[in-house]
């Protein structure tokens, strides 16, 4: 069964930066491409960034382009999202994810709050 478990969210002011972890086991990290999500309260799922299996490939939202960085380690079976300049509106709940045989996988999230 595939576990993902994300870390390294905070408390940070407007413009500070956060690395986010995602822990990911029990399935062929190395063979997917993983996501980042997040979810602010009452509002919908928003997808984040996506990553190649290989790392090569990277997209991400307009809200985050030029200023969130996704990456992963394989030899470590981690994906990372680098958060830079940040901003109130980045305030949510990430969390990452991978498709397994059609099926997502999804991690307990953890919390990003942006405020002064």
């Known amino acids: 069964q595939v576990q993902l478990v994300e870390s390294g969210g905070g408390l940070v002011q407007p413009g500070g930066s956060l690395r986010l972890s995602c822990a990911a086991s029990?399935?062929?990290?190395?063979?997917?491409?993983m996501r980042w999500y997040r979810q602010a309260p009452g509002k919908e799922r928003e997808w984040v960034a996506r990553i190649s299996s290989s790392g090569v490939a990277t997209n991400y939202a307009d809200s985050v382009k030029g200023r969130f960085t996704i990456s992963r380690d394989n030899t470590k079976n981690t994906m990372y999202l680098q958060m830079n300049s940040l901003k109130p509106e980045d305030t949510a709940v990430y969390f990452c994810?991978?498709?397994?045989?059609?099926?997502?996988?999804w991690g307990q999230g953890t919390q990003v709050t942006v405020s002064s």
């Open positions: 029990e399935f062929t990290f190395s063979n997917y491409a």
């Open positions: 994810n991978v498709m397994v045989y059609s099926v997502n996988y």
